[in-house]
């Protein structure tokens, strides 16, 4: 059981090239999350999904954008890479939140450099 | 939107000393869930506290959930050096669709 995956671990972008940060999960689970992390910051939710084909914007979803085609994968889409993006990328799931006593289920996180 | 103060920031102890960090709301929450981070790794779901006034224990980790259901505590007895990382309170957003983490709690513990 390989819970929630993201690729790539580390990456380094050009200012302005695009990436994809990609995210699966195999726990069936209904809810899917996209957070940054700055040093000092916390985590900063970005983008969200309830189920597939649903998304909605977090606390600072400009400069991002996301899709839900699947109940598995949720990927993060970067364009226009600026170096205010440079973080670490975490993505994550759960079950609904009435059923939320689990709480979150993390990935192993993509480090992003922007230079 | 929804916010959660959390303080200290940065705590350092000697191992054995106890440790504490404080989750703070101005409004009344539904929950609120405590996850750990070690240095390098991705955050780690603790706990959900619910009810007013909770108490939760695991081992030397001591949850508390405010009467009021506006602040709640992690209280760490006799630290080790195992428990160095960033505890992070979070609580639900306005939807109640994900959660708002806190700036966390950074604890580093030297023997």
């Known amino acids: 059981n390989a819970g929630v995956t993201q690729t790539p671990k580390f990456r380094i972008l050009k200012i302005g090239q695009s990436m994809t940060l990609q995210c699966t999960q195999d726990?069936?689970?209904?809810?899917m999350y996209w957070y940054r992390q700055d040093p000092g910051m916390g985590l900063k939710l970005i983008y969200y999904?309830?189920?597939?084909?649903?998304?909605d914007k977090g606390e600072v979803p400009n400069g991002y954008n996301v899709s839900r085609s699947t109940t598995e994968d949720f990927p993060l889409r970067l364009e226009l890479a600026a170096p205010s993006q440079t973080s670490v990328y975490f993505c994550?799931?759960?079950?609904?939140?009435?059923?939320?006593?689990?709480?979150?289920?993390f990935g192993s996180g993509t480090r992003l450099t922007v230079v | 939107g929804q916010q959660v103060m959390q303080i200290p920031q940065y705590q350092h102890v000697q191992e054995g000393e106890d440790f504490t960090t404080y989750c703070n709301s101005s409004?009344?929450?539904?929950?609120i869930q405590w996850y750990k981070q070690r240095p390098g790794g991705h955050p780690v779901f603790l706990i959900q506290?619910?009810?007013?006034?909770e108490v939760k224990k695991q081992k030397r980790l001591t949850f508390q959930f405010g009467e009021a259901k506006k602040n709640s505590s992690l209280h760490i007895t006799a630290t080790q050096t195992t428990d160095v990382g960033t505890y992070f309170c979070?609580?639900?957003?306005?939807?109640?669709?994900?959660?708002?983490f806190g700036k966390g709690t950074t604890l580093s513990v030297s023997s």
């Open positions: 994550a799931s759960s079950y609904s939140w009435r059923e939320f006593i689990n709480g979150y289920t």
């Open positions: 726990m069936n689970h209904n809810y």
């Open positions: 999904s309830v189920g597939a084909g649903i998304t």
């Open positions: 409004t009344t929450l539904s929950n």
């Open positions: 506290l619910v009810k007013s006034g």
């Open positions: 979070a609580v639900s957003n306005q939807a109640g669709t994900a959660l708002i």
